[in-house]
T-cell receptor, first 111, second 118 residues
Framework: GIQVEQSPPDLILQEGANSTLRCNFS?????LQWFHQNPWGQLINLFY???GTKQNGRLSATTVATERYSLLYISSSQTTDSGVYFC?????????????FGAGTQVVVTP | DSGVTQTPKHLITATGQRVTLRCSPR?????VYWYQQSLDQGLQFLIQ???????AKGNILERFSAQQFPDLHSELNLSSLELGDSALYFC?????????????????FGAGSRLTVL
């Protein structure tokens, strides 16, 4: 089955710093998504990015499907960026809703 | 507010009991997905419904069942509860982005129902 691996598992940032989170995935995918789970547990969809680059404010994401990885960039981090970042993907032959999630990257932004 | 409504937000119950979690998808979304998030298993797909019919199944236990009603809300029933069933249960609905095989359902999650089994 598909495997989704995220690195690093933990990240501590000082406010204002930039960071890059990585997601490696096996097999062919056509639905790479990034989510943020805030400290209250809410899961927010950040990006749907099967390939290419997208930006949303201080966050941007790049997926290189041919090399099976995706990167999430956080620039000028703020304490509200704290939480767990998940990438998720599924095989092209699977139900489009059956996402397999990575283990997540726990991000703590300190003031 | 994501538009996906889940109730209850918190639930504490005892082993052996049965509970029902409820989910209303975003207006216009026909699909409902259930996910379980536990400390040891992470986020796991349980089951998906589309317009009232089961579309896909994950590693959902036989003690668990779900259904989607004509008004598109869904219920997840958990019975004979065990300590290990304590988890955050998410419901999601989706919008299809893209076209045909190059498109995908992009999920929006509800706030979750936190179940504690004592």
């Amino acid at each position: 089955g598909i495997q989704v691996e995220q690195s690093p598992p933990d990240l501590i940032l000082q406010e204002g710093a930039n960071s890059t989170l990585r997601c490696n995935f096996s097999d062919s995918v056509n639905n790479l998504q990034w989510f943020h789970q805030n400290p209250w547990g809410q899961l927010i969809n950040l990006f749907y990015i099967p390939s290419g680059t997208k930006q949303n404010g201080r966050l941007s994401a790049t997926t290189v499907a041919t090399e099976r990885y995706s990167l999430l960039y956080i620039s000028s981090s703020q304490t509200t960026d704290s939480g767990v970042y998940f990438c998720a993907a599924h095989m092209t032959t699977d139900s489009w809703g059956k996402l397999q999630f990575g283990a997540g990257t726990q991000v703590v932004v300190t003031p | 507010d994501s538009g996906v409504t889940q109730t209850p937000k918190h639930l504490i119950t005892a082993t052996g009991q049965r509970v029902t979690l409820r989910c209303s998808p975003r207006s216009g979304d026909l699909s409902v997905y259930w996910y379980q998030q536990s400390l040891d298993q992470g986020l796991q797909f349980l089951i998906q419904y589309y317009n009232g019919e089961e579309r896909a199944k994950g590693n959902i236990l036989e003690r668990f069942s779900a259904q989607q009603f004509p008004d598109l809300h869904s219920e997840l029933n958990l019975s004979s509860l065990e300590l290990g069933d304590s988890a955050l249960y998410f419901c999601a609905s989706s919008v299809f982005l893209g076209q045909g095989n190059s498109g995908a359902n992009v999920l929006t999650f509800g706030a979750g129902s936190r179940l504690t089994v004592l």
